[in-house]
């Protein structure tokens, strides 16, 4: 078997691809997050949650890069990114979601699609590239519309879109990348359940073929959704395991609730 083919007969199995050993970071004299040890797995939904300031989206940053860690080590891949600027990190296929701002309101649907997928393609660099590069392209964006369930809003405005529906162009707009390592920062946040269980869906669906780290404060969802839960609190992880385990462990009820009883 070549490595190609080795590579695809496993690509649904589950293997560390993002680890964080020993990872901290001090703000002035304030330690944000110490001793985060975080094994983010292909083909697996890792949710990491905590209470408010416990340090979840310092740890994002610390892995996406926007901050350098005081201490530590991070591997994608088996190789080593603690030093590696951001944009580059982003390229060896590690892709945090952006916010709506992210979304250009006066584009349509398709086109917002179509200007991510130039991003890795270059071909926006490119315009004397054969129609035939453009006919891929939006082949692909058609694919992706089809992936997240948008292709009856291809041609509307972003800006028309639902708050919900925003959310999923988003999300297309970041798997254009095609990452092996999709970070999303509380993807179901003030959306109603309808597009919530749309969004689930997709992240389900998603998380087939690579592996998704998401920060969510809605419990129930990341009952349902994820294989593997990290709990922050302090900075400092307080639980891990499956869901079914990281709820029934009093330290967890106390630090969301204040109390151990169910
Ligand atoms: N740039 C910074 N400078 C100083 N302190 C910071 C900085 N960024 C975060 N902190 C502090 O680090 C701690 C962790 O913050 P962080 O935003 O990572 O928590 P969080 O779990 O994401 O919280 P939330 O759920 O409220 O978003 C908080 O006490 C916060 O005030």
């Known amino acids: 078997m070549t490595q190609v083919s080795v590579e695809r007969a496993v690509s649904s199995e589950p293997r560390v691809v993002l680890s964080a050993r020993g990872i901290r ?3 002035g004299g304030f330690s944000a997050v110490r001793n985060v040890d975080l094994d983010v797995h292909h083909a697996r939904v890792h949710a990491l949650i905590g209470p408010n300031g416990a ?3 310092t740890v994002f940053n610390l892995l996406t890069k926007f901050l350098q860690p005081t201490a530590g080590t991070i591997l994608l891949m088996g190789q080593d990114i603690t030093r590696t600027p951001p944009d580059k990190v982003a390229r060896l296929g590690l892709v945090r979601s952006f916010q709506i701002s992210a979304v250009f309101p006066h584009l349509s649907v398709l086109d917002n699609v179509r200007v991510a997928l130039q991003r890795p393609n270059n071909l926006a660099h490119q315009f004397w ?3 035939s590069a453009l006919d891929t392209l939006n082949r692909r964006a058609d694919e992706l519309l089809g992936l997240v369930g948008l292709t009856k809003e291809r041609d509307r405005l ?4 639902s708050y919900g529906r925003k959310r999923v162009l988003e999300i297309a707009t970041t798997l254009a990348l095609d990452p ?5 920062d509380e993807p179901l946040a003030g959306m109603g359940q309808e597009d919530i269980t749309v969004v689930a869906n997709l992240i389900r669906e998603v998380a087939k073929t690579r592996a998704v780290l998401m ?3 809605n419990l129930s969802v990341v009952a349902d959704l994820c294989h593997f839960v990290t709990v922050l609190q302090r900075g400092e992880i ?3 395991g499956d869901y079914e385990t990281v709820s029934r462990d009093p330290r967890v009820r106390i630090a969301y609730m204040g109390t151990e009883e169910a």
């Not at 972003?158 to 879109?161: E, V």
């Not at 092996?180 to 999303?184: A, C, D, E, G, I």
């Open 25 to 27: 970071k001090d703000f």
């Open 55 to 57: 340090g979840k989206t």
């Open 129 to 131: 590239r054969p129609v």
């Open 158 to 161: 972003a800006a028309d879109l």
């Open 238 to 240: 307080l639980a891990e």
């Open 180 to 184: 092996k390592v999709l970070l999303l």
């Open 215 to 217: 920060v969510e404060h």
